[in-house]
């Protein structure tokens, strides 16, 4: 209606500028960014599990060569499988007490706002800080055993075959749980009060309001909070690196580690490749599967939870 | 009744209990941090680990500054700088394309960036390393940055452009009939609506690159363009038997953000949570 009132030049101005909008020119420079070191590299790695390439080099053509040495090397295939545990227990670990300490960090009693601000104190390090940290912490002979003197304190945390990797679980958890607490805090919060006052009106007990009241209202976050913890936890590189290097012996030689130490270490860029493409291919399929899970179609980043 | 509903329950002691429980947890190490930095290498030998120090030292802090952490300092921060700047004009620029210009080829683009966020960054740490070496960047900040900026590409722009979609398209529409270039509509408009948002993926991504530790292991070697997270962990190395210097250098390595959370706690939050947020 308005339109009649315009002159023609200045309409067919205006349906110009809202059917083409700004220039696609606009768009190069991100794009470029992106595919040159993002999306050929994606494409190169899948090219280079073909290939037989030392990391000096000119990578030669090497057939299925690699990918046989990938699912026959028992080193692999142990990381695989430790890979897998490691996420398993991870969340086990992390979900519950993420999920308790948000509930609790949402509560409005003053001194939980104290301790709200102290449990966010971890996400100020880096991994590789946090893994140095607890190196030292650990230490069997000047850390946590000479602290205090408890027998069972006193272990070698990180020589140990049967303590360490439960020991990293437990660094992981203290890493991330400060992050996925912060999700559920704000989840939490975002609760109606009414609902909670109905449910105790109705005689639920603290526990029971939980199950049927805050835990429904937080599913949303608790799926987010979840595909960031296990894509998450293929990215595990950092913290493991400095704390164990995969040792001892190959204890934590984790699936994101074995790629480095494979490529990096032995210079057999081929076999590392082949386990960076089940690295991608793992983490698209589990990103998919729980974003259809959810009903969303967005896909979540998974560099938070690393 | 109405009191009752306002107090709510009596006060959740098992619940209280676990929360300090989980909170020594997680003070504990950092006491232990701070405390070990704090002592003279003959201390950290003979003493409890979890004393306070007979008497403050800030010896192993001036090893560790001796030991050019202003040098590997200086290189993270410019690398985190220069990244995030970067990162922020181009998926700005994007976004702003792929929100206002409906046609098939910022759709594409959209779903490619979209792709990307998938992708786990150290799977392609292979061909990344091809690339920067046959580039003749390997060992150069340079080869930090540009991968650095392609990996923070696809989440800035999925949170930019979510946020700039809620900007009412009468807004735009009024500016076009008051004849305002696609350029001013982004300068006058988009810029200064979309600042929160700016800000947080601003900050996510500055503390994804300030820490980021794969990168710089694989694509330098030198000290002389070493960064923070890589310098720790050479540091362990080097002052082997040093551990309250090396204790100190994870303090200073997280002074910046230590700041940040001080000055401004919630937008270091919002930052943090950029990345899953909407």
Known sequence: ?306 | MKLQAKSGYAPNIPGSLAATFWLLVTIVPIYYIVVTSLKPRQEYFGSNPLAWPRELSFEAYGRVLKNDFALYFFNSALVTVVSVGVVLIISLLASYVIVRNRGAFAKFSHRLFLLGIAIPIQATIIPVYYMIVKMGLYDSLLALILPSIAFAIPISVLILTNFLRDVPSSLYEAMTLDGASHWQMFRLLVLPLSKPAIMAVGIYNALQVWNSFLFPLVLTQSSQVRVLPLSLWTYQGEFAVDIPAVLAAVVLSCVPILAAYIVGRRQLVAGLTAGISK
Request: with cysteine.
């Open chain 1, 1 to 306: 209606m308005l339109m009649k009132s315009h002159t023609a030049p200045a309409r067919t101005r205006q349906r110009r500028a809202t059917s083409i909008g700004p220039s696609n020119w606009l768009l190069a420079p991100a794009l470029a960014f992106f595919a040159v070191f993002a999306l050929i590299p994606l494409l190169g790695v899948a090219v280079l599990s073909f290939m037989h390439w030392d990391g000096l080099g000119t990578p030669s053509f090497a057939g299925l060569a690699n990918w046989q040495q990938t699912f026959s090397n028992p080193v692999t295939l142990n990381a695989m499988w430790l890979t897998f545990a490691m996420t398993v227990l991870c969340y086990l670990t992390q979900a519950p007490i993420s999920i308790l300490i948000g509930v609790f960090m949402a509560g409005e009693q003053k001194y939980r706002s104290v301790y709200s601000v102290l449990y966010f104190l971890p996400l100020l390090f880096s991994a590789a800080a946090v893994g140095i940290a607890f190196k030292a912490l650990l230490d069997p002979n000047f850390g946590l055993s000479k602290a205090f003197n408890v027998a069972l304190l006193s272990q070698d945390w990180l020589g140990s075959t049967n303590l360490v990797f439960y020991v990293l679980i437990f660094v992981i958890s203290w890493c991330f749980v400060p992050f996925h607490s912060l999700l559920y805090q704000a989840a939490v919060k975002q609760i109606p009060t009414s609902m909670n006052e109905a449910a105790m009106l109705d005689g639920a007990g603290r526990v029971r309001t939980f199950f049927s009241v805050t835990l429904p209202q937080i599913k949303y976050t608790v799926i987010t909070s979840s595909t960031l913890m296990v894509v998450g936890s293929l990215t595990y590189f950092d913290l493991v690196f400095v704390m164990t290097n995969g040792g001892p012996g190959n204890a934590t030689r984790i699936l994101p580690l074995d790629m480095y130490l494979t490529g990096f270490r032995s210079y057999q860029m081929g076999p590392a490749s082949a386990i960076a493409v089940i690295l991608v291919v793992v983490g698209l399929v589990v990103s998919l599967l729980l974003n259809k899970f959810s009903g969303t179609d967005k896909m979540e980043s998974q560099q938070e939870g690393a």
